[in-house]
């Protein structure tokens, strides 16, 4: 069952940190291209906040659970990381970075965390605690 639940949070966390990559990189050249949207919901601080809270919700648990499993800690103090870049990013990134700071660092934050829930998957498999 652990199993089963760490490779889901897995691939929810990638799936989520995907999202602010693109979130970063696309919703700007939209905003170009559509401005309607520079007004939506989608640009409001309170988004940034709550797919945080996604990312981090999910990742703690799978990376908890896969680690519990497979014993390789530093996957978790990698993916922590990633949460952690992620978050200064959300909270302080455009006041002191400006936005393309914070873009930058919402895109390196995310790499991470995906990075760490592919590995996490990966030993997952190699200790054959996930189904497939």
């Known amino acids: 069952m652990r199993g089963q639940f760490q490779q889901v949070g897995d691939k929810v966390s990638i799936g989520l940190a995907t999202m602010c990559v693109i979130h970063c990189i696309v919703l700007p050249?939209?905003?170009?291209?559509?401005p309607f949207l520079s007004v939506s919901f989608l640009q409001e601080e309170a988004f940034h906040q709550l797919l945080l809270g996604g990312v981090l919700l999910t990742s703690v648990l799978a990376l908890v659970s896969g680690c519990k499993t497979h014993s390789k800690w530093h996957i978790?103090?990698?993916?922590?990381?990633?949460?952690?870049?992620?978050?200064?990013?959300?909270?302080?990134?455009?006041?002191?970075l400006g936005e393309y700071g914070e873009t930058?660092?919402?895109?390196?934050?995310?790499?991470?965390?995906?990075?760490?829930?592919?590995?996490?998957?990966?030993?997952?498999?190699?200790?054959?605690?996930?189904?497939?």
């Open 104 to 132: 930058i660092l919402t895109v390196v934050g995310s790499l991470i965390v995906a990075f760490s829930h592919l590995k996490n998957i990966k030993e997952c498999k190699a200790a054959r605690c996930c189904s497939s």
């Open 29 to 34: 050249i939209l905003f170009v291209a559509l």
């Open 76 to 96: 978790f103090s990698f993916g922590i990381t990633g949460l952690a870049v992620l978050s200064i990013a959300a909270f302080f990134g455009h006041d002191f």
